[in-house]
């Protein structure tokens, strides 16, 4: 199994800003890494999907990164805005096609 | 719809009842999983469907928890007898191509809320 560690604490960055959580994970490296975003009450949603020969990807604002020596992930939004107030969670696959998730990283955007 | 569906979107029960939550995952996708999210904790796996393989189960947390997928499509998460630690968020997901390097991202219901008195 895995061991996924995600920042409990929420990160407050002013509008415009680039807010950068951290995924960090024990034992065997995956073949991939998901990054979700999960708004109150909502359930999670698909952003970014890297591999492991991958260094890095990107979405409109979004880059992650993945450093499978370090066994972590970084997921960066650049220029946030407020609407990017939300919580990300990082997920590992493991076993047979389950994926593990993080309690999450809660971002607030100041206006 | 298109998304994955799921009800009811809230319950509330008395402890000792039985509590049947659905989901409607997307059609054509092979793979339906049920996680739990407790207040302030991360998604945590209860159980996996893939195709018309056995489940694995290997997540759910005593006997009281069963589901079942008729059809190769719904799924019906039973809790039996529960308990105020059951309460919690119930959230389905199904997947095209679980384990894949390009779809392997799960698609999310909004979720059951479940309060058990």
């Known amino acids: 199994s895995q061991k996924i560690e995600q920042n409990s604490e929420a990160l407050n960055i002013q509008e415009g800003k680039t807010a950068t959580l951290t995924c960090n994970y024990t034992?065997?490296?995956?073949?991939?890494l998901q990054w979700y975003r999960q708004d109150p009450g909502r359930g999670p949603v698909f952003l970014l999907l890297?591999?492991?020969?991958?260094k890095e990807k990107r979405k409109e604002r979004l880059k992650v990164t993945f450093d499978t020596t370090l066994k972590q992930s970084l997921f960066h939004i650049t220029a946030s805005q407020p609407a990017d107030s939300a919580t990300y969670l990082c997920?590992?696959?493991?076993?047979?096609?389950?994926?593990?998730f993080g309690k999450g990283n809660q971002v607030v955007v100041i206006p | 719809g298109a998304g994955v569906s799921q009800s009811p979107s809230n319950k509330v029960t008395e402890k000792g009842k039985d509590v049947e939550l659905r989901c409607d995952p997307i059609?054509?996708?092979?793979?339906l999983y049920w996680y739990r999210q407790s207040l302030g904790q991360g998604l945590e796996f209860l159980i996996y469907?893939?195709?018309?393989?056995?489940?694995?189960k290997s997540g759910l947390p005593s006997d009281r928890f069963s589901a079942e997928r008729t059809g190769g499509s719904v799924s019906t998460l039973t809790i039996q007898r529960t308990q105020q630690e059951d309460s919690a968020v119930y959230l389905c997901?199904?997947?095209?191509?679980?384990?894949?390097?390009?779809?392997?991202?799960?698609?999310f219901g909004e979720g059951s809320r479940l309060t058990v008195l």
């Open positions: 997920a590992l696959p493991y076993g047979n096609n389950r994926l593990a």
């Open positions: 890297i591999r492991e020969n991958e």
């Open positions: 469907f893939q195709g018309n393989s056995a489940p694995d």
């Open positions: 059609s054509g996708h092979t793979a």
């Open positions: 034992n065997y490296s995956p073949a991939y």
């Open positions: 997901a199904s997947s095209l191509n679980p384990g894949g390097a390009n779809t392997g991202e799960l698609f």
